[in-house]
């Protein structure tokens, strides 16, 4: 049985010891190995509190794949496309906070975020002429800022 496959078994399995049935969907994307679950009672269940539970699951679910395979994927784990329009928000973010940068003509931070909603960031405005971005501050306060290269 593939990786993917073991993933998905572990996932029914955790779902159906709790009476849920899940419609699990996966397949290579946003650079990872991309899971959407649906059709759950209650998403916001297994979102939690800003996505709290999501990447704990998320979590477990990587150390399981790397221990049958080391070189799989990173497994992103979404339920109900959570993940995908939060992916789509903080690139908006980014975009907006880079042309209000270049507009002031001054450098622009960013609320406190999570390190993954950081490195969304950093990639959306890497490529992105004249801006740069770095982080400051320390955990759980670490944020964002977007200036212009001097």
């Known amino acids: 049985m593939a990786t993917e ?3 998905k078994d572990l ?22 190995y991309y899971i959407n679950i649906e059709h759950l009672s209650s998403p916001g269940l297994f979102i939690g509190r800003n ?15 790397h221990k049958i395979d080391k070189n799989f994927p990173v497994i992103i784990l979404d ?15 980014a975009l907006n906070a880079a ?19 950081r490195r969304i960031i950093h990639m959306t405005l890497k490529n992105y002429p004249n801006i740069w971005t770095h982080s400051i501050g320390r955990e759980p306060r670490r944020r964002v800022v977007v200036d212009l290269k001097k």
């Not at 955790?14 to 049935?21: Q, V």
Request: proline share 3%; aromatic share 8%.
């Open 5 to 7: 496959d073991k993933v």
């Open 11 to 32: 996932l029914n399995k955790m779902f159906a010891s709790i009476g849920e049935t899940a419609m699990i969907n996966g397949g290579k994307r946003y650079g990872g």
């Open 51 to 65: 996505g709290n539970v999501l990447r704990s699951v998320q979590y477990v679910l990587n150390v399981y794949a």
């Open 79 to 93: 339920v109900n496309g959570y993940k995908a329009k939060q992916y789509e928000i903080l690139k908006t973010i």
């Open 99 to 117: 042309l209000r940068a270049k507009r002031l003509r001054e450098p622009v931070e960013l609320k406190p975020m999570s390190a993954s909603a």
